[in-house]
């Protein structure tokens, strides 16, 4: 597919621990901020959706920790579409500081109705994934 | 008033920060933590008021850092109703570790009708910390 | 192996989200609380081998959101060992309510030394992991 | 003293709880940013001071919560320097959705020491802050 979505973000106080470093579970929270930023871009109103009740729920991650990010520094999110089909989109995230890379993940969502079963992803995105 | 609801908590990695310490925000979720045990233990049902378009809001916090915690310390939460009237109640909260007394806050919170206008507490609630 | 370590857990309110459930994230942080009480009942005083540079670092997760938990829900974390060998060793964790399994996870974790390399799991760990 | 020092933040999925709004301890971390990016423009370079020992310590928060923020929300937070003398720095800080005060607080911080004691500010803090 096309080139990935980049999306920046920095290491705040708040997201470090007493390791000294960027606390783990923080790193889910990275690349869910770029996701929102993702979708956006192609198109979604995620509170629109969510009015109408519909919502994105995460359902799976398959996440690495490779290397640690500290205090302050600037990281990158880089988003890309792997597969989107009926009511499932997978995507593969990774989180660089420059030129090194400290995450990555490959994550599925499946797409919610008002009714709490799946349904299809909206038109536009899943047209949008595809291209 | 009647003797402080005691509610115990730990100190878990994630609230710690890179100073080694418990990140100054994470105080005031122990404290709503309590705040929640507290007025379940009056007879309050958050879920079934919310269901109803009813929540209380914080409009308020004045708040001492006064020592450190750590992780795995063990802390208890002590909650006093300082006030009680209308749309409104004030409590008086500590975190303490054993006999050091490591935060204090009085916190306003107002109660909030389906409307998004405030309204009156719930009859019981009010009548229980006037008790 | 043996039989699973439990660790309870309650849902708060600050771990929801404008979805009304549970923030997906923060079941890495109700596993990895578990992960401190697992490896304290093993022996393991984490704040000391800390003291000496030896901290435990998640290196992969692998995780299932099956189904959503909501506010003041009572939660049990299950977790047993995979495996236990040189640097690493791989858990299982489970987070149930009541009978319903709502997450499960494969979490890979890697002793890291003072010097930034990885080193042996503490011997009394890797024994009682292997037991 | 000088305009005030404004800093840009957006509110995340993460940031929202089952309200529908932004979770109130999520304000404190706005402010912390915010205030990281305050004092970097001041000069200080704050993991420089922690790895010679200095940290700023939260001492007191005053905080009014006036209108809730929802997710997507763009916000601005105001910083400007109340007193500062001595250990101690007092902030008054803000934070705006457009024209709409959302939430206002004074912090107090005091710098602490490697001894675990309060030390003078930075001199060039000191003199900033003055300014």
Known sequence: MSAPHVFETEVFYED???GGIVYHA???KFIE???SAFVRGLGVDQLALRDAGTVFVVRRVAAEF???ARFEERLEVRTAAVSATG???VL???VRRGADLLFRAEVELVCMGASGRP??????LAAALAG
Not at 119 to 124: H, K, N, S, T, V
Request: proline share 8%.
């Open 66 to 68: 490779l290397r640690p």
């Open 33 to 35: 901020r770029a996701r």
């Open 119 to 124: 349904q299809r992803l909206p038109a536009g």
């Open 87 to 89: 009511v499932r989109m």
């Open 26 to 28: 923080n790193y889910l």
């Open 92 to 94: 593969s995230q990774e």
């Open 16 to 18: 470090t621990d007493m």
